[in-house]
């Protein structure tokens, strides 16, 4: 598993993988798979994410903030497509897909109401 934050990255390591030739004679390497997920580059991101800033400050909501984290959400896909994408806009909390996962109750009718004031201004 190899990801990055740039497409060009993970075609680096990709090649760099691929190109690995054995120093024992008697060794052969064999590489199945490859990049099978696009990384969420933040070019196409850009003017969404600002757009969702200005609609909770607009409406009294703390700022949003940011994080590239290199995680394979199935956003990527639509990101590297062109699709202005955004992730992570779900649950509060910490540990996603793991036993430690958690999830800050008091958050949730917040974080739908902004969501709820982000869709309107989307449609408007």
């Not at 190899?2 to 993970?10: C, P, T, W």
Request: hydrophobic share 45%; proline share 5%.
């Amino acid at each position: 598993d190899a990801r990055s934050f740039k497409m060009i990255e993970l075609e680096r390591v990709d090649a760099a993988i691929r190109n690995l030739t054995p120093t024992n004679p008697e060794c052969r390497i064999e590489i199945q798979g490859g990049i099978n997920r696009p990384p969420l580059e933040l070019s196409a991101t850009t003017a969404l994410y600002e757009r969702l800033e200005k609609v909770a400050a607009t409406n009294g909501f703390a700022p949003v903030g940011s994080a590239q984290v290199g995680g394979a959400s199935d956003g990527n896909f639509a990101a590297a497509a062109g699709a202005p994408t955004l992730d992570g806009l779900g649950a509060v909390g910490s540990g996603a897909h793991a036993l430690s996962e958690w999830v800050q109750i008091s958050a949730m009718t917040e974080r739908a109401n902004l969501i709820h004031e982000f869709i309107k201004d989307l449609i408007k």
